[in-house]
């Protein structure tokens, strides 16, 4: 029996409030800035899994170039969709290329990046302290590291023509209010915020021995 590869709307329904519902319980955004990022996020969510399921623009609109280059390539199967594992040339199940299997691990690791780094910062921002340990002590945005792993998971594992637009717009919108942030944190938290940003990369973690930061008490976070 075959089976509907597009049009299965409960699926993208479904597919999307999950992850949506999943990010949302790690960050628990509460001001306008968080929003706009959960907001951007969640539009990147909606588009990717419309395509996936619902209807596949990006290969509608390559399908005429798609054929004429892989006449054999049936353009209405689901696995055409993973369009990486086709302009590469690679053969058997999509789902198990090694590009599928990296953006699986870049979607955990985001994830794991996001909720272990709110809870960090959720609790000292209820102490109104600096958040300097953990993830913090190796990077100074966590959690934007973790929307973009995300991201950049779901393009090796899906690329469409708008999530492929969507994702640079949305880097340097998460690059922007993350200096929006820090320009809020300098001025709330003075000399232990800069001596703590001196120490600390803000996108690129650093790995090795953590230098140490003895601007809070002992009992901080």
């Known amino acids: 029996m075959n089976y509907p590869a597009y049009g299965l709307w409960a699926l993208v329904i479904i597919n999307s409030l999950v992850f949506i519902i999943f990010a949302f319980s790690f960050t628990k955004p509460n001001s306008p800035r968080d929003w706009r990022s959960f907001g951007a996020f969640s539009a990147f969510i909606v588009a990717l899994f419309t ?11 390559l399908s005429g170039w798609l054929q004429s280059r892989y006449p054999q390539l049936d353009i209405l199967s689901h696995e055409s969709g993973h369009l990486w594992h086709t302009l590469l040339g690679w053969k058997g199940n999509p789902h198990f290329d090694p590009l599928h299997i990296l953006s699986n691990v870049l979607i955990i ?3 794991i990046l996001i ?3 709110w809870r960090i910062l959720y609790t000292a921002q209820q102490r109104h302290q600096l958040a300097v340990n953990g993830l913090y002590a190796r990077v100074r945005h966590p959690q934007y590291d973790g929307f973009v792993l995300i991201m950049l998971g779901f393009l090796f594992q899906w690329p469409t023509i708008l999530t492929l637009l969507m994702f640079p717009v949305l880097v340097w919108m998460y690059t922007r209010l993350a200096l929006v942030e820090e320009r809020e944190m300098r001025k709330e938290f003075g000399d232990a915020y800069l001596q703590y940003a001196s120490q600390t990369p803000a996108f690129f973690p650093r790995f090795g021995k ?12």
């Open 109 to 111: 690791v985001g994830f």
């Open 115 to 117: 909720s272990s780094a």
């Open 210 to 221: 953590r230098a140490p930061h003895r601007q809070n008490k002992p009992d901080e976070l």
């Open 51 to 61: 395509e996936m399921y619902g209807f596949p623009l990006t290969i509608y609109l």
